[in-house]
């Protein structure tokens, strides 16, 4: 165990690619986050190597590359150093497809990962790793600016949420630090998420908590921001998450205990609200107006017509334990993945034209039913909390389980044809 | 010798006769026969080539000269005899042309007096002739005087008869023979219809009175019940002799027909068990009607089929509003039988074979509601059995068990009762249902298809219903109590669809066949329409997804708990644990619950039960060494670093096996309570992962789960399983923890034991 330690402290120095892949593997036999006897296994050979040619890094990250390939068949698997929660695409980036994940621990120094798919698409790495002061809850990256993002963080007993910029890279540094742009403080509330203005250069975010939801003015040459204008969610009621709407940017909804409450950011007054039990993440469609998918602990998976906010007008069966999180495809319409705490991403394909759903129902009596579920991706070891398409590239998505693996899959076989 | 000369007379009569007629005659036709004439040689002396030379040349050379001269004696006699002959003859004739000669010349003689005679004879003819023209004149004057009289006379007994009339008629009317009444008046009417106007205006007034009269009675006659069907039938007659509207007539009384027919309700009669005979004799009514009716009006035959036709709709409509209440085979084969009846009389008296055809159809659909609202009964009696789940909030006693058996009771004996109903049916002999027979065995199949796949819409409109929360709309169920029985609905739901897939149809496949393919000629034509693997399949499927909601509901309600028991306290600023939190009572509560429903309705695996006993001892000793040395780690651990110990958890973890947490659910108690314990310990795993500790916070999760074990190990079938997931809710809470120092052991124990007493204790109490 010593020895493991040992090593783990020494690579912190060394180059960053290459490192990642070392520790990667040392986490997974030093630290132990339990595997599958495949996935055991396999490590267990990498971290042999890794102990026994600590120096030539590039046959050994090769070797644990080869190895992840293997465990999770089709999927570029990347391992962070700790217990992870949040993973966001890097959408400002148009030339490469690019990640940022940030850990979750409560007691080690937590760190900001930026991955990026190498051009032929068979390999992450990791281009930046930057340390963060406190576990990270959620992580956004800015939508107009590629080396600023936002996270939620805690430490434990309180919560904050800051904007971050990346520092220019010049290749050689070593675990450079995050620049603060500000940080956006409220009351003491717990504070849930951020989010950003839908697409393009804007100025102004969202960020909720528990109670309340605030709309803020964020000038990142100035490094400020200011609370424009807040609402309470009302008594009794904890807000837990949401989404921003990208067809009516006036729009926002966000996930209560029993319901969804859609806010009208110019007033910043409520509007409408859909009863919905145990929601715990909504996405709206990004090509049709008016559709929102939610995923809900016990119940599965609910794609709702706004206009006919009564009842979903599709259920999908979800996951054996909880649907965590769910994210609608930017480019393929109806094509849906979401992440379980039964450690597996499904990929759904749903029809959102409600009326031609309804046609479907009836074709249902007649027993021509098509399995919404396209693929089950089981091969995770824990819960999968973090989950989101490339906007880049919208037929590969990046999975993060707890035990921080992140995966990248691509679901081109899945798309389907036109 | 005599005979001899005989012989040659006759030869000589024969030739001389011949030679005279050849003389007569110039043609030797006759003698042609004649044997001499056989030999006709130039030397015989017969024939007519006889040349006498070539003869006498013959004779010379042939004869002697004695035959020669024998034979010139023989000739010379017989020129001699001819020679007389002829003479003889030529003086016959001459005779006989004197004698004529004389009787020419005395006619002459008579014939002169003739013409004088002639001419005396013709006066005498004139003269009778000019005596009968005077006669003849003379009486003519006389003859036309009689003749005068005659006609008048007969004109007179006419118009007598026209003045009579009236009352004859009158009489006729008295003696009721309004046939001759009838007779007289037509008789009369073309006179009346020449000289009405004028001469007999009064006669014909008063007969036409007359004639009014005899119309109403016979009207009265027609539309009498109490007349037979003869006199009924003259009257009519008579009447369309008159010249009476018969239209009107026909009208009127199919009218009356209809309404006698209108109170004929024999069916109802049937149906309320009346004597037999009420029926019998209504059917025997109508069709003495109807016949009297085609005897009255030959040609109203459309009119009555018609009527007929009305009738029997009207029936067949009660009939079928009475096979949508509850009735048995019996029922309705009676009431068949009687509107079958009913049919074949009518059919005899109108000979008109739509009508039959008219109530094969309606009984068609009489017997097609008949199934079809057999099976909407049978669907109703099990959602009620269902229902009652439900409402058992009053009366506790209506436990699951008897729920799920009643349904499932309902489903097999209403199942075959149907077709033990429809076989009744079947055998009984009754022409019309013969006829049916293989659209009656269709139906069947088809309503048992239809059937299953209603239940099974049923089944999940039950669901609907609850999720849109118009439960209350329903008047089924009270506010919480419904919803609190809900789940166990949805369990028995589940069992009952489990059992359906899996034991029911699959039977009633089988006594469908049994009992339709020994009946019917095309045996296994049955499977077009009752398709029993797609049904079994649909009802597997919706038991696995009953059993899978049943779970969710149960865990949903335990997620809920533990939601509110993390969410609320302020786990950062976290007391020192006192003692078990009370949620664990709620959580093992619940779980009682689940346990005590699933007992009623599930199953025990049997099998599997003794596996895990057989090797559940090692398993929990497995489990529980695993789980001392963690234990004395944690204990170690506390001299040690926080990472160590992580260390170590995440070690020990990775060498135990890895539990498999989601399997598939069985129909068996443990099956099911194992997955929601599974389920409960994953989301509170969940929810642990969500909060930060501290140490007390820490301490009173590790307390809480300390505590879970033993009562859980009761409950549940798979314990490395629920080890395996309560450690990962310790990791969890270790994970997320500023400072996860454990308790001591035997503050653990002790506060463990306290709870435990307490348990014990309430149970003392409860029990």
């Not at chain 1, 068979?122 to 790793?129: A, N, P, Q, V």
């Not at chain 1, 009794?236 to 009516?248: E, M, N, Q, R, V």
């Not at chain 2, 006729?172 to 007999?200: L, Q, T």
Request: glycine share 4%; hydrophobic share 40%.
């Amino acid at each position: 165990m010593c020895n493991a330690t040992n090593a783990e402290s020494n690579m912190i120095h060394m180059k960053r690619c290459v490192m990642k892949w070392k520790e990667h593997a040392l986490v997974r036999i030093g630290v132990g986050l339990h595997k599958k006897v495949a996935g055991t296994c396999g490590y267990l050979c990498a971290s042999n190597s890794t102990l026994r040619c600590g120096t030539s890094g590039v046959v050994e990250r090769f070797c644990v590359q080869e190895i992840a390939m293997q465990a999770a068949s089709s999927g570029i698997g990347y391992g962070l150093k700790y217990q992870a929660r949040c993973i966001s695409d890097v959408k400002a980036d148009t030339d490469h497809t690019s990640f940022l994940a940030g850990t979750l621990s409560l007691k080690e120094e937590n760190e900001v990962h930026l991955i990026r798919l190498s051009s032929n698409g068979t390999e992450l790495f990791c281009e930046g790793l930057f340390s963060h002061p406190n576990e990270i809850w959620d992580l956004v990256s800015c939508p107009f600016d590629q080396r600023i993002f936002s996270t939620v963080y805690s430490n434990g007993e309180t919560y904050g949420a800051a904007i971050w910029q990346i520092p220019e890279l010049y290749g050689e540094l070593n675990s450079p630090q995050l620049e603060r742009i500000t940080s956006l403080d409220t009351d003491p509330g717990k504070i849930k998420c951020i989010l950003w203005w839908p697409s393009g250069r804007h100025d102004k975010l969202i960020s909720i908590n528990e109670e309340n939801m605030y709309l803020w003015n964020l000038d990142v040459s100035k490094k400020t921001a200011q609370v424009q204008s807040q609402d309470s969610a009302g008594m009794l009621h904890k807000l837990s998450g949401g989404a921003w709407d990208p067809h009516d940017v006036s729009s926002v909804v966000a996930t209560c205990e029993s319901y969804l409450q859609f806010w009208d950011v110019r007033t910043m007054k409520k509007t409408i609200s859909v009863e919905c039990s145990h929601v715990c993440s909504v996405d709206y469609h990004p090509q049709k107006q008016h559709i929102l998918v939610t995923a809900e602990h016990e119940s599965g998976i609910h794609i709702w017509d706004l206009r006919k906010p009564k009842v979903p007008i599709q259920e999908l069966p979800g996951h054996t334990h909880w649907a965590w999180t769910v994210k609608c495809n930017p480019e393929y319409d109806g094509m849906i993945l979401s992440g379980g705490t039964d450690s597996t991403v499904n990929l759904w394909l749903a029809s959102t034209n409600h009326d031609e759903l309804t046609d479907e129902r009836q074709v249902d009596s007649s027993a021509r039913w098509v399995d919404p579920l396209l693929n089950s991706y089981s091969d995770y070891e824990d819960s999968i909390y973090g989950l989101t398409w490339s906007s880049r590239e919208p037929w590969i998505f990046a999975s993060l389980s707890y035990d921080g693996r992140v995966v990248v899959e691509s679901v081109k076989s899945f798309i389907p044809k036109k | 010798m005599d005979t001899d000369d005989e012989t040659l007379l006759d030869e000589k009569a024969r030739r001389t006769r011949d030679l005279l007629a050849s003389f007569y005659s110039p043609i030797p036709s006759a003698s042609s026969n004649n044997p001499f004439s056989k030999h006709a040689s130039p030397d015989d002396i017969n024939s007519s080539s006889f040349q006498p030379d070539q003869y006498m040349k013959i004779m010379a050379r042939k004869s002697s000269l004695e035959g020669l001269l024998q034979r010139h004696v023989e000739m010379v006699a017989e020129i001699k005899n001819l020679d007389t002959d002829l003479q003889m003859l030529v003086y016959e004739n001459y005779n006989k042309f004197i004698c004529a000669t004389d009787t020419i010349k005395r006619m002459k003689s008579n014939i002169l007096g003739m013409e004088e005679n002639m001419e005396q004879l013709l006066e005498r003819i004139m003269s009778v002739q000019s005596r009968s023209d005077s006669v003849n004149t003379s009486l003519c004057e006389n003859r036309e005087h009689i003749e005068k009289m005659h006609r008048t006379c007969n004109l007179l007994r006419k118009i007598q008869f026209i003045y009579d009339l009236p009352d004859r008629l009158g009489k006729c009317i008295k003696s009721e023979a309004y046939a001759d009444a009838v007779r007289f008046y037509i008789g009369a009417m073309p006179i009346f219809k020449a000289y009405g106007d004028s001469s007999f205006q009064d006669c014909k007034r008063a007969s036409e009175e007359a004639i009014a009269i005899i119309v109403k009675n016979l009207q009265g006659k027609v539309f009498s019940d109490s007349e037979s069907m003869q006199v009924r039938a003259e009257a009519a007659v008579l009447l369309k002799q008159l010249n009476f509207p018969a239209d009107y007539l026909k009208t009127k009384l199919l009218e009356k027909l209809e309404l006698s027919l209108r109170d004929m309700q024999f069916i109802t009669a049937v149906m309320e068990n009346d004597s037999p005979s009420a029926h019998e004799a209504s059917i025997h009514e109508l069709v003495e009607a109807i016949r009297a009716f085609r005897v009255i009006f030959p040609d109203s035959e459309k009119q009555l089929v018609q009527l007929a036709q009305d009738l029997l709709t009207k029936h067949f409509l009660i009939i079928e509003e009475y096979v949508k209440t509850r009735i048995c085979s019996e029922d309705l084969l009676g009431v068949l039988r009687v509107i079958w009846n009913a049919v074949l009389r009518m059919d005899e008296v109108l000979e008109e074979v739509s009508l039959s055809n008219h109530s094969l159809e309606a009984t068609k659909d009489a017997v097609k509601l008949y199934i079809r609202s057999a099976f909407s009964h049978l669907t109703q009696d099990i959602s009620d059995h269902l229902l009652k789940v439900l409402k058992r909030g009053g009366a506790e006693e209506y436990s699951l068990e008897v729920a799920l058996d009643a349904s499932i009771k309902a489903v097999f004996d209403g199942g075959r009762n149907v077709l033990l109903d429809i076989h009744k049916i079947l055998e009984d002999n009754l022409e019309i249902v013969d006829k049916l027979r293989e659209l009656i065995i269709d139906w069947v199949q088809q309503g048992y298809q239809d059937f299953f796949r209603e239940l099974e819409v049923q089944f999940i409109s039950f669901l609907g219903r609850n999720n849109s929360s118009a439960t209350q709309s329903h008047g089924l169920m009270e506010g919480a109590q419904g919803v609190k029985a809900f789940p166990s609905l949805v369990l028995v739901l589940a069992q009952l669809s489990a059992f359906i897939g899996q034991t029911a149809i699959p039977k009633i496949t089988e006594e469908l066949a049994a009992s339709f393919s020994q009946g019917s000629v095309g045996g296994y034509e049955y499977g077009l329409s009752f398709v029993p693997g797609v049904i079994s399949q649909k009802f597997r499927a919706a038991g696995e997804k009953f059993l899978q909601l049943y779970i969710n509901m149960r865990t949903q309600k335990i997620s809920l708990l533990l939601k509110k028991r993390f969410a609320t306290p302020n786990w950062v600023k976290h007391k020192e644990p006192r003692e078990v939190h009370m949620f664990v009572d709620l959580f093992l509560q619940e779980l009682k619950i689940t346990g005590n429903e699933v007992k009623q309705i599930l199953p025990q695996d049997l099998t599997k039960h003794r596996r895990a006993d057989s090797n559940g001892s090692s398993a929990s000793s497995r489990s529980n060494s695993f789980r001392e040395e963690k234990e004395k780690l944690s204990r170690s651990n506390i001299q040690k670093g926080r990472s160590q110990q992580l260390l170590e958890t995440h070690l020990a973890k990775l060498f135990k096996q890895k539990v498999e947490i989601f399997t598939k659910v069985e129909y068996t108690q443990e099956s099911v309570v194992m997955t929601i314990v599974k389920l409960c310990l994953k989301s509170l795993q969940e929810y642990v992962r969500i909060q930060t500790f501290n140490r007390s916070g820490f301490q009173q999760i590790q307390l809480d789960i300390q505590f879970l074990r033993t009562p859980l190990k009761e409950i549940v079938e798979d314990e490395a399983a629920m080890d395996f997931l309560l450690d990962e809710v310790i990791v969890a809470a270790v994970e997320r923890s500023l400072d996860p120092i454990p308790l001591e052991l035997p503050i653990l124990d002790r506060l463990v034991q306290a709870k435990l007493a307490q348990h014990r204790k309430q149970d003392l109490i409860s029990s």
